[in-house]
């Protein structure tokens, strides 16, 4: 009988411990009996809350649930605009589960890859959709928002059946294709490399410009003050002129004689120069008469 009660104490022991399980703050629990969602009396799925929790043993099992909003942020898609115009579009989804009982039916068990997929098609379907609709000006120009709100529309219709409940849907950015991009940005770079040979061949004329009249000027400046110059020296040579014979006027002796000094001055100036001259040439009158003095 000891022994009896310690194994049916141990079996009670075990039944109420794995009866017992806990659900963390974020996290909602459904109960899986006979491998079916359990129902309350009202018919309605049975949702446990955070905390601390009893369950049939061996009958019963809880499937555990993310209920916290998540972002499903997939690769950018190509769309076509109304006008035939290729995009690739980038956005994200915030969404929850609304439905958890619903969620784990349509998702294989709950599985979050495969709805995210799902969840992911049908976005994309309702921005297909909404940038079919709408020319590239029209999406760039201001219709963002209101295309925004109409594929949150569109894909919380189609969202509702996989028990989530789609909180935001965001376009994060829009592009064009690579190589409709290499074209336009081709296209800029010739246009502007012709603006800026255009400028170039302008600036380029007027620095011409620039430089012959600056040319002209520096000529013309040149020329005045040559003729300035020569004006000044013809000008200085006249009063020489005028001052050396009004000098030469005064006496014309002492005038010659002066001038026939500085004439010997020049001329044996170096202590080599050799001169062939006659004895009796003007050049020498002045000495003959100093050395006809000295005989005296």
């Known amino acids: 009988m000891r022994n009896l009660v310690i194994v049916i104490a141990v079996i009670v022991a075990i039944l109420g411990y794995s009866s017992l399980f806990t659900i963390q703050e974020g996290e909602r629990g459904i109960v899986i009996r ?9 018919g309605r799925p049975v949702v446990y809350q955070p905390g601390l929790h009893f369950k049939i043993p ?21 769309f076509i605009t109304s006008e035939q115009k290729d995009l690739i579009v980038d956005a994200f989804v915030k969404w929850r589960i609304a439905d958890f009982a ?3 039916l349509s998702t294989g068990g709950g599985n979050e890859r495969q709805a995210e997929d799902l969840l992911m098609r049908r976005i994309n379907s309702g921005l297909r959709s909404e940038f079919g609709t709408r020319t590239i000006r029209d999406i760039v120009s201001g219709e963002r928002d209101e295309l925004m709100e109409q594929a949150l529309v569109q894909a919380g219709d189609g969202a509702s059946d ?25 296209r800029m770079r010739a246009e502007r490399n012709a603006v800026a040979r255009e400028h170039r061949a302008e600036g380029q004329s007027q620095a011409e410009f620039i430089r012959a009249d600056v040319d002209a000027r520096v000529t013309v400046m040149l020329a005045d003050a040559e003729r300035e110059a020569r004006q000044i020296r013809g000008e200085g040579d006249a009063e020489a002129a005028r001052i050396y014979g009004e000098a030469y006027s005064q006496d014309a002796e002492f005038f010659a004689f002066l ?3 500085e004439a010997y001055k020049e001329s044996f100036s170096s202590g ?5 001259l006659s004895p009796d040439s003007e050049f020498f009158r002045f000495l003959n008469q100093m050395s006809g003095i000295r005989s005296e």
Do not use: W
């Not at 965001?170 to 081709?186: C, D, G, M, Y």
């Not at 080599?272 to 062939?276: A, K, M, P, Q, S």
């Open 162 to 186: 996989l028990g989530i409940q789609i909180l935001d849907v965001r376009v994060k950015q829009i592009n064009l294709p690579t190589e409709v991009s290499q074209s336009i940005f081709a």
């Open 272 to 276: 080599n120069d050799v001169l062939v």
């Open 102 to 104: 619903q969620f784990y």
């Open 58 to 78: 061996l009958i019963e099992r809880i499937e555990k649930l993310d209920a916290r909003v998540k972002t499903l942020d997939g690769q950018p898609d190509r």
């Open 34 to 42: 006979f491998g079916q969602v359990a129902q309350d009396e009202d």
């Open 259 to 261: 001038r026939s000094m």
